[in-house]
């Protein structure tokens, strides 16, 4: 009887340990994958910057995995052919990594919307105080506008 149950150990051990091989631990979103993250309502794996700011296609090839829709084979994560370290060198990557920290800095300025469109109405402003002021031939500035007074006037 000890016999059957230390092949049935061992047997155990083994399944368990090539289960092990295919599990997703905190080293899968550690340093250079930390642009990964676990989806508890898809159960699966995600790249949050793809998903955010990935185009639908690229070359016309549907993004798929990682991007719409999650990852739910561990079995090659990591290495030089594994899922996430190949995601990681494509191009479409790269940009929305690029995007999104474009817009983390952009959100980081905390200057609001207002903020931005007053800025932009008081530099149209005073670009057009400097050409109304601008007095290229020596004569005073209202010798510019007198013609649209006297129109006015005569409409």
């Known amino acids: 009887m000890a016999k059957r149950l230390d092949w049935f150990d061992e047997l155990f051990e083994t399944l368990l340990l090539k289960f092990d091989n295919k599990y997703l ?15 508890l309502s898809q159960q699966g794996v995600f790249c949050k910057p793809c998903v955010l700011f990935a185009p639908d296609s690229v070359r016309s090839v549907k993004l798929d995995r990682l991007v ?12 030089n052919n594994g899922y996430l370290t190949c995601h990681l060198r494509t191009e479409f990557h790269e940009d929305g990594v690029t995007k999104a920290s474009a817009f983390v800095k952009s959100f980081h300025k905390q200057s609001d919307v207002a903020q931005q469109l007053n800025a932009a109405a008081a530099a149209e402003i005073n670009k057009t105080r400097m050409w109304a002021n601008a007095q290229p ?11 649209l007074f006297n129109a006015a006037k005569f409409s």
């Open 137 to 147: 031939d020596g004569r005073p500035a209202e010798h510019r506008w007198r013609p």
């Open 25 to 39: 631990g905190p080293q899968h979103f550690a340093d250079r994958y930390s642009v990964f993250s676990y989806s």
């Open 68 to 79: 719409k829709s999650p990852l739910k084979d561990y079995s090659h994560l990591t290495g």
